[in-house]
């Protein structure tokens, strides 16, 4: 959980970070090694973030980041192989939650305005309001992705068991002092599984409110299709 860190301006030792992870992760994926990616295919359904990402490096693409925030999920989900990514707590409407769907909750893709519905059982994030990213962590939403404004969130780093806990711990402990070093804020670190199912998210946000009913909100929709 990331609070009042700054996300407004670019932070070039990140970007640097950046380059020289892809340049590694590129030479590997060019060998053949692939491997980090054959859970996801039994996990989900949809590509993963790591489907995307690797096939935007071998086919030369650039690797968009708009703020800090997305270049230490990039930097991070290519050093350690792992999906990487946030949400922002001020746009959350009550809990999030990793469940199955019922599949009549309302979800607007990241750069949309178009309302969709998940499949029923399909693995989703979802609060009060909607569903916040589809297929467990390949479809982000519009309304909580995070944007330069943004000064607190959640980082989302789904393992399923493939690592071992005291991997998972060294990796997160990691990342917050890299973000935290770069970024400012504070940093808190929960490592949810079958103990420990829940973390107090500090989030309330608006309640009672569907994501059919709730506006799209221009200005981050701007951002989000730069």
Not at 44 to 63: G, I, M, T
Request: one cysteine or more.
């Amino acid at each position: 959980i990331l609070k009042n860190f700054r996300n407004n301006r670019p932070i070039s030792a990140l970007k640097q970070l950046v380059r020289g992870a892809a340049a590694t992760q590129k030479i590997a994926l060019q060998r053949g090694i692939k491997s980090s990616l054959e859970p996801w295919n039994r996990v989900q359904k949809a590509p993963s973030r790591l489907h995307e990402l690797f096939s935007k490096l071998l086919n030369d693409e650039p690797l968009a980041a708009l703020t800090p925030l997305e270049d230490a999920l990039l930097y991070f989900s290519l050093r350690y192989d792992l999906p990487f990514r946030s949400e922002d707590l001020d746009e959350l409407c009550g809990d999030l939650e990793l469940t199955y769907a019922d599949g009549g909750e309302g979800f607007r893709k990241k750069c949309s305005t178009k309302l969709e519905h998940p499949e029923a059982n399909e693995i989703v994030y979802r609060d009060r309001a909607g569903v916040t990213c589809r297929h467990s962590n390949a479809w982000e939403c519009e309304r909580t992705a995070p944007v330069d404004t943004t000064k607190n969130a959640v980082v989302i780093v789904e393992n399923f068991g493939f690592l071992p806990v005291e991997k998972m711990k060294e990796i997160l402990k990691d990342f917050g002092a890299t973000f935290q070093k770069y970024c400012g804020g504070t940093v808190e670190i929960h490592l949810l599984g079958d103990r420990v199912s829940e973390a107090d998210l500090g989030a309330t946000g608006r309640t009672g409110i569907s994501e059919s009913d709730l506006p799209v909100n221009s200005k981050r929709l701007a951002f989000h299709q730069k």
